[in-house]
């Protein structure tokens, strides 16, 4: 795909060239040091992702966005900054992904997945790169808001009022009942496998279900699964061809 990044830094700009041509699924990659440059390219160039920083002088990545929206193609975009506090105004323009300056290359590696995601489902439905709102969710962190992705979340423990969601960086705390994210995550490939724990099955990297106790593997956690919900976790698993590990 035709890629172009948006970075006022010439480091920053030049490291994010460097890292993207390293992947085979990038092909022409276009450079703008400014959202006016970054603006006129995107005007005159058929660019598949944008990979935008939001702090430029004149227009900011967030103005660019917004510019982009009145545009017949609209190029699936990717929000790179060191500021955390952008990330829920980022996912209200649309974004697909927000990246945290410094870049790590496994997690851009991530990103171009989503990217080509969302303009395989773009191309399939007719539409532009969609935004999922349900598979995001705000959490916060040291004062500042954060979104988590739903597909980073490996497990969810229950702790009283709250739930705990494991990522495979760190774990957020959020006032949302289990029950609820049960229920809405459902079509997601999440499982409740016990009253304190809600799976990924995407994650799920070992399944014991003859053991004494029962018990499943997320990220090298070893989780319980309860008596009762033994019989609906087989059901599930025999559905999805998923076969439990000896």
């Known amino acids: 795909m035709s890629v172009l ?3 006022d830094e010439r480091p920053a700009l030049d490291e994010l060239a460097f890292l993207l041509r390293r992947d085979a699924r990038i092909g022409s990659i276009h450079l703008a040091s400014s959202g006016a440059e970054a603006l006129r390219l995107l005007s005159t160039e058929r660019i598949d992702a944008a990979f935008l920083d939001i702090h430029m002088p ?13 545009f017949e193609h609209t190029p699936a975009l990717v929000f790179v900054t060191a500021d955390e506090e952008g990330a829920v105004e980022a996912f209200d323009l649309a974004a697909v992904d927000y990246l945290l300056k410094p870049l790590r290359p496994e997690r851009l590696e991530r990103s171009v997945t989503r990217v080509l995601d969302a303009l395989r489902a773009a191309s399939v439905s007719g539409h532009q790169p969609p935004h999922t709102e349900d598979a995001m ?3 916060s962190l040291g004062g500042t808001t954060r979104i988590v992705r739903r597909d980073d979340i490996r497990y969810v423990q229950a702790q009283g009022d709250y739930a705990r969601l494991h990522t495979a960086e760190a774990s957020y705390l ?12 459902a079509d997601a490939g999440f499982v409740r496998i016990h009253r ?4 990924a099955l995407t994650h799920v990297t070992r399944i014991r279900l ?5 018990t499943v593997t997320v990220d090298g956690a070893e989780l319980p699964v309860s008596r009762r919900l033994l019989p609906t976790l087989r059901e599930t698993l025999e ?6 590990t000896a």
Not at 196 to 199: F, K, R
Not at 210 to 214: I, K
Not at 239 to 244: C, D
């Open 239 to 244: 559905a999805r061809r998923i076969r439990p």
């Open 5 to 7: 990044i948006a970075d």
């Open 58 to 70: 004149g227009l900011s990545g967030f103005d660019l966005a917004r510019a982009l929206a009145r």
């Open 196 to 199: 304190s724990y809600l799976v």
């Open 210 to 214: 003859g053991a004494v106790p029962p």
């Open 137 to 139: 969710i705000s959490v």
């Open 174 to 185: 959020v006032r949302i009942p289990m029950a609820d994210l049960e229920r809405q995550w």
